[in-house]
């Protein structure tokens, strides 16, 4: 096996699968990232107990500056071998594996080698039989990603919360995450639907090392479920993540349909009360505030107190209260990452009584993105 | 002390402490049994008070029924109540989008 390549292309690539690779992983040969040289290009993988990430270096794409000499396979030291080629003197390098499994890496004068593995000791990647590719937009897609991994549990011991809840029917997508104090819920209507139905619980780990893949660069990505893994296609590059067996509880119940009170607020604004409101609920064992809402008066009032520190008290400015009288208390951390979510857009929140979640929609859309919060007893 | 000696003693206090916590750990999940299997007897045991008093032909008309009050009543002892987590300590006393649901409910 024996190719040179432009450096920064390469580097560009085994970031990416660099993701998927642990310095503390039980299987030794996981360590190491697996280069294959065809006559078509250059395949780097990398995979961990969760994610696998395999990505092609095409040879018939000039600007990759790719020239494979003769084909072949290696597994070399991932994080070793990293700092290597980052540290190259010239703008490409030549890897060469010599004798038995040792790698000859040469870029301008400077030469390195290194003891590689046999890559046919190398896992094999999950194989994904379904044909029905749904197509995503990259930045919605990257979107219902940051709005729901909010709310997934990081208790292992209630390991399927862990995960993010995708239901797809037809063109409809709807994904859920509740770690059952909270929950999020983003629907999304696909480009073109999908054949069949699916239904999956994603670690939501992975979904946060994929939204950072997607990042910026990828407006399409291509997502196929199987039985118990999801393969997100992102270009040249194959995303796999394992899925979290069992069935995820039924959420839809926790959705009140109907609402007591209502009050709106520029997303915000509200944020830095509940920010102000929390610096002194964060002091007191509990943290917890509370709000007094008077539709009457057309006032929300917000509370916080800590027994050592003090106290805080504010009048918010909502623009608009609607309904019966009410006093609830909940954690404002749950508040602060949900409104965190809504950017700068105007919110509805809507209440069933003191003991109920309530939820949180923007008043633009409030079909497609809702968050719900359960309050805190204090009586 | 000799070095001998010295590093003996460690090694058999390293040991002793390491049954302890075996048994500590062990004292603990059998707690946390003992823990979750009362509050099972006492909703059981609710229940049937409940029915008693139903045979009895108590009238009385309370805003939450009977067994979704004796829910309420071990939800704030710190129990799950909902069907996910039946009888599961609640941690930190969270509040639970589903025991609520359990208790609360329309219908
Ligand atoms: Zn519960």
Redesign the pocket.
């Known amino acids: 096996m024996k190719f040179s390549i432009r450096r920064s292309v390469f580097i560009k690539e085994l970031n990416n699968v660099q993701r998927a690779i642990s310095s503390k992983t039980t299987i030794p040969i996981l360590t190491g990232l697996k280069l294959v040289a065809s006559d078509e290009g250059l395949t780097l993988t990398g995979s961990n107990a969760d994610i696998s990430i395999e990505t092609v270096i095409s040879a018939s794409d000039e600007d990759n500056g790719l020239a494979i000499a003769s084909t072949g396979a290696i597994v070399l030291p991932a994080r070793f071998f990293s700092e290597i080629i980052k540290r190259l003197p010239e703008d490409t390098f030549e890897l060469n594996v010599t004798e038995g499994f040792q790698t000859e890496i040469t870029s301008g004068s400077a030469a390195f080698n290194v003891n590689g593995l046999d890559a046919n000791n190398y896992p094999h990647l999950p194989e994904i039989d379904t044909t029905d590719a749904i197509k995503l937009d990259g930045a919605v897609f990257k979107e219902l990603i940051s709005q729901t991994v909010i709310a997934v549990s990081n208790q292992e011991s209630r390991p399927i919360l862990t995960g993010v809840h995708f239901e797809l029917d037809a063109d409809q997508f709807l994904a859920v995450a509740t770690d ?1 104090h909270r929950l999020s819920q983003r629907k999304v209507n696909l480009p073109t639907g999908s054949s069949t139905k699916h239904n999956v619980i994603i670690p939501g780990k992975s979904l946060i090392e994929l939204s950072r893949m997607i990042g910026d660069e990828y407006d399409q990505v291509e997502m196929r479920l199987s039985e118990n893994q999801a393969l997100f296609i992102l270009g040249e590059t194959s995303f796999y993540t394992r899925l979290l067996e069992g069935t995820y509880p039924d959420t839809s119940r926790l959705i009140p349909s109907e609402a007591e009170t209502t009050v709106e607020f520029e997303a915000p604004a509200l944020l830095a009360s509940i920010e102000r409101a929390s610096l002194l609920s964060h002091e007191s064992r509990n943290n917890v505030i509370k709000l007094i809402i008077k539709p009457t008066e057309q006032t929300v009032t917000i509370f916080g107190n800590s027994p050592d520190v003090g106290k805080v008290e504010e009048d918010l400015k909502p623009n608009a209260v609607t309904g019966s009288e009410l006093e609830i208390s909940f954690n404002p951390d749950y508040m602060k990452d949900a409104l965190h979510s809504f950017g700068q857009s105007t919110i509805k929140i809507s209440f069933t009584s003191a003991l109920r979640p309530f939820t949180l929609v923007p008043t633009e859309d409030q079909e497609n993105f809702i968050q719900l919060i359960t309050p805190v007893r204090t009586f | 002390m000799n070095k001998k000696e010295l590093y003996d003693s460690f090694i058999a206090l390293t040991k002793a402490t390491q049954a302890n916590l075996e048994q500590l750990q062990l004292l603990q999940s059998e707690i946390s049994q003992v823990i979750e299997q009362n509050a099972e007897l006492e909703i059981e045991n609710e229940h049937l008070r409940d029915l008693l008093n139903q045979s009895k032909g108590s009238a009385k008309e309370p805003q939450l029924s009977k067994s979704r009050q004796n829910l309420e009543k071990l939800y704030e002892e710190g129990f ?3 069907k ?2 039946y009888g599961k300590r ?1 941690e930190d006393d969270e509040a ?1 989008a ?2 609520m649901e359990v208790i609360y409910r329309e219908g």
């Open positions: 059952s | 799950h109540v909902c996910e987590w609640r639970c589903f025991c």
